[in-house]
């Protein structure tokens, strides 16, 4: 089976088993979809959903968080760990949106990237599921399943993107990332790969190596 092919029938057998797969951290816009995203490096999505509550309650938007004093902002986000370094991303990125893009969060990588505390994998979040462009969103699911799939050869998460993009349509590209993260999390997890109850098990070269 071709590379091509074989990632149509994976992100097929995934959109199968996870219909309704969308993004399982929880906010009301873009600005708040950035932030969630930059607390959960390194933590995990319910800690972050755990926590954003409070946080939104007290900076809703761009234009308050970029107000906000650092130790207040430390203070609500101290459980999602490296919280000094994310309160202060929190503070400059929103000051950024404020002051540079008209109080919008941007809709390019390029200017996405410019954000402070913004990287590759946060940026495909927001494009692929706020401006519907598509987006490769590699985290430590999609890698180490990208790579049992035979998709890629890579470990360099960027390098994963840039081998992997040109595989999935642009349209599936949001979709087959959240649901590649719950298949992480139910069948080919990191601990174990359990391919006897693997719906993608046929066309896995992991499993068949001649594949
Ligand atoms: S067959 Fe095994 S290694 Fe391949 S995707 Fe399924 S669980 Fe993962």
């Known amino acids: ?86 309160a202060k991303n929190l503070i400059q990125c929103a000051n950024q949106i404020v002051n540079e893009y008209n109080n919008t969060v941007p809709d390019s990588m390029e200017e996405l990237l410019k954000l402070a505390g913004v990287g590759r994998k946060t940026a495909n979040l927001i494009l692929g599921d706020v401006y519907k462009k598509g987006g490769m969103v590699i985290d430590t699911h999609a890698k180490r399943i990208l790579y049992r799939m035979g998709l890629t050869t890579k470990q360099d998460p960027t390098q994963v993107e840039m081998e992997t993009s040109p595989l999935i349509p642009i349209h599936m590209q949001s979709d087959f990332c959240h649901r590649i993260v719950l298949f992480g999390r139910d069948i080919c997890t990191a601990r174990k790969a359990y391919c006897d109850r693997c719906p993608a098990e046929e066309f896995c070269p992991k499993r068949n190596p001649k594949k």
């Open 1 to 86: 089976m071709q590379k091509k092919d074989r990632a149509i029938a994976f992100a097929q057998v995934l959109e199968n088993l996870y219909p309704d797969a969308i993004c399982s951290l929880e906010y009301k816009d873009p600005f708040q979809l950035l932030c969630a995203v930059q607390l959960s490096a390194q933590c995990t999505d319910a800690r972050v959903n755990m926590v954003t509550p409070d946080l939104f309650a007290a900076y809703p938007d761009a234009l308050s968080m970029s107000k906000a004093e650092l130790g207040d902002v430390e203070r609500l986000i101290k459980s999602c760990g490296f919280y000094h370094n994310k």
